[in-house]
């Protein structure tokens, strides 16, 4: 099962808006809406900050928001701040593997 | 609070056996799926597999399906990964997380929370 496909870094200054894209197939993003986003800050767990492609979990701040069209789906930061550098992963439900994550983005703000 | 807390570090040489574990607290383990997940030195985040508690059902990926086992002990709220025959090749942060549950529901399809990881580290 191949991983989803991620920008390996996205840079963006402070109070900027950056998106990271995240690229499947027909077999994973393109068939089901079952796409999720986590943040990884370095030496820390992974933290789930959209579900189902556009739902935040409790506590996450507005200023993550998930979309999706075809085989791609997005997040975007809004509103950029220094505690958004992390590591960023997309997931997807992928039917009979059954769950493949992207290769990470790692956020740098400028 | 839900949390889950893994054992610690582990250093083994080729060929040895290990198991690691995850416990849960603060919700009732055996209702909620666990999965486990693992992060290669310096790389991204893999899914290894699932497991319901209540009633044993697992979930392999394909990548790792005979290469390790997931078993959980309702009794004691652990879940386990477990290697026979460990290889370099599993050195990596592995990390439990369970099933995350919104106002309306709980779905395994997204995971939260997760434990702190445990480090595997497989040298000869």
């Known amino acids: 099962q191949s991983a989803l496909t991620q920008p390996a870094s996205v840079s963006g200054s402070p109070g900027q808006s950056i998106t990271i894209s995240c690229t499947g197939t027909s077999n994973d993003i393109g068939s089901y809406d079952l796409v999720s986003w986590y943040q990884q800050h370095p030496g820390k767990a992974p933290k789930l900050i959209i579900y189902e492609v556009s739902k935040r979990p409790s506590g996450v701040s507005n200023r993550f928001s998930g979309s999706k069209s075809g085989n791609t789906a997005s997040l975007t930061i809004s509103g950029l701040q220094a505690e958004d550098e992390a590591d960023y992963y997309c997931c997807s439900y992928a039917g009979h593997s059954p769950y493949v994550f992207a290769t990470e983005t790692k956020v740098t703000v400028l | 609070e839900v949390q889950l807390v893994q054992s610690g570090a582990e250093v083994k040489k080729p060929g040895e056996s290990l198991r690691i574990s995850c416990q849960g607290s603060?919700?009732?383990?055996?209702?909620?799926?666990i999965a486990w997940v693992r992060q290669m030195p310096g790389r991204g985040l893999e899914w290894v597999g699932i497991?319901?508690?209540?009633?044993?059902?697992?979930t392999y990926s394909q990548s790792f399906q005979g290469q390790v086992t997931i078993s959980a002990d309702k009794s004691r709220g652990t879940a386990y990964l477990e290697w026979s025959s460990l290889k370099a090749s599993d050195t990596a942060i592995y990390y439990c997380?369970?099933?995350?549950?919104?106002?309306?529901?709980?779905?395994?399809?997204?995971?939260?929370?997760w434990g702190q990881g445990t480090l595997v580290t497989v040298s000869s």
């Open positions: 997380a369970r099933e995350y549950c919104d106002s309306i529901s709980c779905s395994s399809h997204w995971l939260d929370p």
């Open positions: 603060g919700y009732t383990f055996s209702k909620y799926y």
């Open positions: 497991i319901y508690p209540d009633d044993s059902t697992i």
